[in-house]
């Protein structure tokens, strides 16, 4: 069977270059797309879903190629993304019956609009125009639209940014269940605790390439390498030194910390995927290398 | 879990999309109560003006008879101007977005906004026509003369409406799409519509007999209560030409807005 989504050598410029030969593979399950503002990861879902065409390279979304025919993509994939897309003048429902018309759903539109009402917790407010609904709201409406019909991937460019804690939990659940019925998610994100929750499987994006690509365990074993601290009663940090264990570095770490203050103490820390992503998304000089 | 009990895409044709996008913009029309009496509220008090105050200075009489196709032109191009909103916000407020990333054709979704406003316009036109007769309007047109007059007006509507939805993909914002509509209601006077040109200066007279509503308010003026030869070609081939015109600018923009 063909991967879910394969990124090949994908690059765009606008003023600057943003992507600079993208190349990935996802087979199955939720892949993160972790990057930090402007990382470049709405141009890369915008290219991935037919919305702007790259400056080179090739992207196939279930074996389809979405340059050499969107149509068919198209039909494969839904996606969500940052700004919601709904027609404001519309009810909600009308909002989902419509699309699952374009769809082609034909009457299932009706049966299918209202049990995602249902499911997003929307059946109340479905009979109002979307223009009096809050963020929270949109966003659900927007995810559901995406569900209409059965995507063989589905995109969701930083689904939660802007959400209250209580709706940001919603759409967390909310994929947590899709990727659990076998939906193939990409989703975008700026933050570390988000890809963590919900993905299998995290890859950075950083000066336009993917630059790390794992697991959260493997992401944390490749920054490598442990870290002798200096800290404060509180364990907050003073300085710190690079080591790799041994007691020739070690001796050489604590000279590099030079003179201490009486109250503080000396530990010996491993890497937490916090410093992982911080070296690999926003590249802290000594680990990034 | 609902995603999997959900129904397989099978993607829609574009007649079928275009009939869903045609609802969706009727159904618009019908939500901006606001819109559609002004659509209507507009011409009528047009109608009342021009019979009631103006007219006595302008013709003797029969005035009514010699204004109402320049108020039903006015009318049309009035309301076929709140396409370009239309449009306007579906590029600027994300629907269009979605339909981009559906299985359709995107172009279906101007085609809807096009027709609903032909339909929408065609409506506020027998209203209007209605209130003239009530008024005093009398046509001398027989039932073929009337079908030439429904469809000179149906295609300058197409052009109006297909031109201001070009206007609404280029326009910045909707409010400023919305702005260009008050250009379709200085036309009118700038053409026989409310005055015979030959009041007009000499150096304004070609603009205003040549200008396009120039040869469509006598066509129809003729069609109605007769006195002139009828010129069909000259509004039919204008018409066309600013629909043709349009299309093309509609698909340029489109196409380019799609290969950021
Ligand atoms: N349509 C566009 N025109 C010009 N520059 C753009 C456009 N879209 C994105 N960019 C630029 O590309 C870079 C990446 O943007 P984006 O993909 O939105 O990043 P992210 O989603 O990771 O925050 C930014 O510098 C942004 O300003
Ligand atoms: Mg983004």
């Known amino acids: 069977m063909d991967a ?18 993208v190349d990935l593979t996802h087979e199955a ?37 979405v340059l050499r025919d969107p149509a068919g993509a198209r039909r494969l994939f839904a996606v969500t993304g940052q700004e919601t897309t709904l027609d404001e003048l519309l009810t909600g429902r ?30 109340s407010a479905g009979r109002r125009r979307v223009a009096t609904y809050s963020g929270g709201m949109r966003r ?23 959400l209250d804690p209580v709706s940001r939990r919603r759409v967390w659940d909310d994929v947590r ?6 939906t193939t998610v990409l989703l975008t994100t700026q933050t570390l605790d988000e890809a963590e929750a919900l993905a299998d499987r995290i890859a950075i994006l950083r000066d336009g390439r993917i630059v790390a690509d794992g697991t959260a365990a493997e992401l944390t074993a490749a920054v490598g390498g442990q870290r002798l601290v200096l800290q404060d009663a509180t364990g907050a940090e003073v300085r710190s030194a690079d080591t790799d264990g041994t007691a020739a570095s070690l001796t050489r770490a604590l000279a590099q910390l030079g003179p201490a203050d009486q109250d503080l103490t000396v530990a010996l820390r491993s890497p937490t995927l916090d410093d992982a992503f911080l070296a690999l998304a926003h590249g802290t000089p000594e680990v990034a290398a | 879990m609902t995603a999997l009990d959900a129904p397989r895409v099978r993607g829609t044709g574009p007649l079928r999309s275009g009939t869903v996008l045609i609802g969706r913009s009727l159904r618009h029309s019908l939500r901006d109560g606001e819109g559609l009496v002004m659509a209507v509220a507009l011409p009528v008090m047009m109608l009342l003006l021009f019979t009631y105050v103006f007219g006595g200075a302008i013709l003797d009489d029969g005035y009514i008879d010699f204004v109402v196709p320049g108020v039903i032109l006015t009318c049309a191009g009035f309301g076929a101007s709140s396409v370009a909103v239309a449009v306007n916000r579906d590029l600027h407020l994300g629907a269009m977005r979605r339909f981009r990333t559906l299985p359709i054709r995107s172009w279906t979704v101007l085609v809807g906004h096009v027709a609903a406003s032909v339909l929408r316009n065609l409506l506020a036109t027998a209203i209007v026509i209605a209130v003239a007769l009530a008024l005093g309007f009398r046509p001398t047109a027989g039932p073929g003369r009337w079908a030439l007059v429904v469809i000179l007006v149906a295609l300058w509507i197409l052009a109006i409406t297909a031109l201001f939805a070009g206007i609404g993909m280029i326009a910045g914002s909707p409010e400023a799409a919305s702005g260009y509509g008050f250009v379709l209601l200085f036309l009118p006077y700038l053409s026989s519509a409310f005055v015979p040109t030959e009041t007009m200066p000499s150096w304004l ?7 396009p509503m120039g040869p469509l308010v006598d066509a129809l003026r003729a069609l109605l209560i007769g006195g002139a030869d009828v010129q069909l070609l000259p509004p039919i081939l204008w018409s066309l030409g600013i629909t043709a015109a349009a299309g093309v600018l509609v698909t340029q923009v489109l196409r380019r807005s799609q290969d950021r």
Do not use: C, W
Not at chain 1, 38 to 63: E, H, M
Not at chain 1, 147 to 155: D, G
């Open chain 1, 4 to 21: 879910a989504i394969e990124i090949d050598d994908i690059s765009k410029s606008y003023a600057h270059p943003v992507l600079r030969g």
């Open chain 1, 29 to 65: 399950g939720v892949l993160a797309l972790l990057g930090a503002n402007g990382a470049g990861k709405t141009t890369l879902v915008s290219i991935l879903t037919t919305l702007v065409r790259p400056d080179g390279g090739r992207a196939r979304i279930g074996g389809v190629d």
């Open chain 1, 94 to 123: 009308e909002n989902l019956v419509m699309i699952g018309r374009l769809l082609g759903l034909g009457r299932d539109a009706g049966r299918r609009a209202d049990a995602l009402l249902e499911q997003m917790d929307l059946a």
């Open chain 1, 140 to 162: 659900r409406l927007d995810l559901a639209a995406s569900l209409l019909s059965r995507p063989a991937v589905l995109f969701l460019d930083e689904p939660t940014t802007g």
């Open chain 1, 177 to 182: 269940a899709l990727a659990a019925a076998g």
């Open chain 2, 205 to 211: 007279r070609p603009v205003a007999e040549h200008q």
